[in-house]
């Protein structure tokens, strides 16, 4: 007859592992779309997936937040997996679980009170780990002489300060530049929702220095490439707009002509940030 905390424990084991099945689904094409640089699908209207990937607090030292849920939720996958004595399984689940947390909730605030948007592929992450947390909780072994339970607890902080301050403390010496990027995202698209038009040629060097100041989020801004030599260009309507100086910006049914700071795109199309 089998036991039922052993058949609880291996029910928990095939919750874990279909879990972190599906983390590491969710980490994976989190991770397509960061180098893709596609827009989001099944995204709730308004609530930023791609403002948050698209945020320099996407990645960590150049790597993607998301290719270390790959990794993080592999790790998981395999050790529940691999046949090993449950209480050492137990013990890493555990402490690699917990640093998933921990860094799963700083990401949910860096959301909420720094970007400003909110990714629901983050947040079903955050949930699933959670929940991965929780069931090994429910399942915590006796553990052995050299591992008292005042010293998972300790371990546990330790592990928590650790994960906290890390990556807090890689990401601070960046905290301006990231709001700025922030800033470009929310603006450019604002831009683009109220039919704003930016308009150049491929080789004006003030062209160039506009786009510059968007960085990656130009790629919001409607361009008109008005030289038909250019890419994708379209002179006639450049012609019906009378267009003769680069770049001119079209917000709102004016005109003004030449590179403009963000600043001044800003107040003039009547963005908020």
Known sequence: MVNQGTGFKNKTRV?????????????????????????????????????????????????????????????????????????????????????????????????????KAICVYCLASAVIIMVILIMLLLTKPKLSPKISFAKLITLSGIIVVVVLFSSFFIQSKELSARSNDTFQVGLSKHLRKIGAAMYGTYWCPHCNDQKELFGAAFRYI?????????DRANPALCAEKGIRRYPTWEIKGRFYLGAKSLQELSELSGYVF
């Open 222 to 230: 409607k361009y008109v490439e008005c030289d038909p030599r250019g």
């Open 15 to 115: 919750i874990i592992l279909i879990l972190s099945a599906l983390g590491i689904a969710v980490s994976l094409y989190l991770t397509y779309l960061y180098f893709s640089n596609a827009e989001s699908t099944f995204c709730l209207a308004g609530s930023g997936c791609d403002t948050v990937r698209e945020s320099s607090y996407s990645e960590i030292l150049g790597i993607p937040v998301s290719l270390s849920g790959v990794i993080g939720y592999s790790l998981i996958f395999a050790l529940s997996l691999i046949s090993i004595s449950y209480r050492v399984r137990w013990i890493l689940l555990y402490f690699l679980s917990l640093a998933g947390v921990t860094f799963s909730l700083y990401f949910t605030y860096i959301e909420l009170f720094v970007i």
